[in-house]
């Protein structure tokens, strides 16, 4: 009679081996995958960047490009505020100034940024033949009568003062210092330039796009 063989389980030596090097295979998978995360993650928060970049220069130089008045920041001067108007000239200085063109529609357009780092976007479209351009300051978060407020950038994608490459140090505009907008009077007249950083914080980097460009506008007697 052949008496049968009884199957030989795992020793528990062998046992831990196994989960040991399971462990190690798990651990590795989640390393590649956490690098992997971090790398589309950073990739997502330079888009949203550069999202937010284009949004707000494209609207800057389509307004300072078909300006023909601004009254901030004055020439030679800067400041955190943007304001202008298109199809209406400041002179004759007495009367207000005078209306271009009844064939075009007036605008204002005042770009600002508040102590949060938001940057607004104030404009008005006024009917042909209609509109002056307002003298009286308009505030941050705050619309022109009749007229209509963006905000550029939300969230943790906000206007900053440019520093460098991760740190603090402050890189300053033509006019020597920090401000958003600047008319030196180096330039001609009609050109500003503008100067932030677009910058967008989490708990585990700082993804930052630098902004320095100018705007030419159409008429240089601004």
């Known amino acids: 009679m052949t008496r049968g063989r009884v199957a030989r389980g795992f020793s528990l030596v062998e046992l831990l081996i196994a989960v040991m090097l399971g ?9 590649i995958f956490a690098t992997t995360f971090r790398a589309q993650s950073g990739e997502f928060r330079r888009e949203i960047n ?8 494209r609207s800057i130089t389509r307004d300072v490009g ?51 780092g938001i940057m607004f976007f104030t404009f008005r479209d006024f009917a042909l033949g209609t ?28 206007a900053e003062r440019v520093t460098g490459p991760g740190t603090s140090v402050p890189i300053n505009n033509e006019c020597g210092n ?7 009077a180096a ?20 993804v930052s796009t630098d902004v320095t460009m100018d705007a030419a506008a159409n008429d240089q007697s601004l």
């Open 50 to 57: 550069q999202d937010s970049v284009l949004a707000g220069y």
């Open 187 to 206: 330039r001609p007249r009609n050109v500003v330039q503008i100067h932030f950083q677009v910058d967008r914080s989490t708990a585990a980097s700082i």
């Open 66 to 116: 078909n300006a023909t008045s601004m009254s901030l920041p004055a020439f030679g001067g800067s400041g955190d505020t943007l304001r202008g108007c298109t199809n209406y000239t400041v002179f004759p200085a007495a009367s207000g100034g005078l209306r271009i063109s009844n064939a075009v529609a007036v605008r204002h357009f005042n770009y600002c940024v508040n102590a949060a």
């Open 178 to 184: 920090q401000n958003y907008f600047c008319r030196s």
């Open 23 to 31: 462990s190690m295979l798990m651990m590795g998978l989640g390393s």
């Open 131 to 158: 509109g002056t351009c307002p003298a009286a300051a308009v505030a941050c978060n705050a619309t022109y009568p009749g007229g209509t407020m963006i905000q550029i950038g939300r969230g943790l994608a906000r």
